[in-house]
Nanobody
Framework: QVQLVESGGGLVQPGGSLKLSCAAS????????MGWYRQAPGKQRELVAA???????NYADSVKGRFTISRDDAKNTVYLQMNSLKPEDTAVYYC?????????WGQGTQVTVSV
């Protein structure tokens, strides 16, 4: 089993920045990919960014050039640096971790971009 604890959400003005953190504990050696998804009201959950254990990164087109995913293996933590935030980035952001057979989710953290 893997547990994921997110932090760093909040309210920010358009153009501002936030940094999300997701700390993993438990059977972390089984994980091959960690990432962030988001879900806005009335919309489906979508991938924002992900990073594999081999360092391969992918981003949603809507966040390329503004968001950066990174990880600290010593801390079993993945980060999402979000810059130039837009109102359309408003959503609940969920940390996701995957092993060969299972997917794990964090509890979600709210990000609101508004004046």
């Amino acid at each position: 089993q893997v547990q994921l604890v997110e932090s760093g959400g909040g309210l920010v003005q358009p153009g501002g920045s936030l940094k999300l953190s997701c700390a993993a504990s438990g059977s972390v050696s089984s994980l091959y990919r960690m990432g962030w998804y988001r879900q806005a009201p009335g919309k489906q959950r979508e991938l924002v960014a992900a990073i594999t254990s081999g360092g391969v990164i992918n981003y949603a087109d809507s966040v390329k050039g503004r968001f950066t995913i990174s990880r600290d293996d010593a801390k079993n933590t993945v980060y999402l640096q979000m810059n130039s935030l837009k109102p359309e980035d408003t959503a609940v952001y969920y940390c996701n971790a995957r092993s060969v057979n299972l997917a794990y989710w964090g509890q979600g953290t709210q990000v609101t971009v508004s004046v």
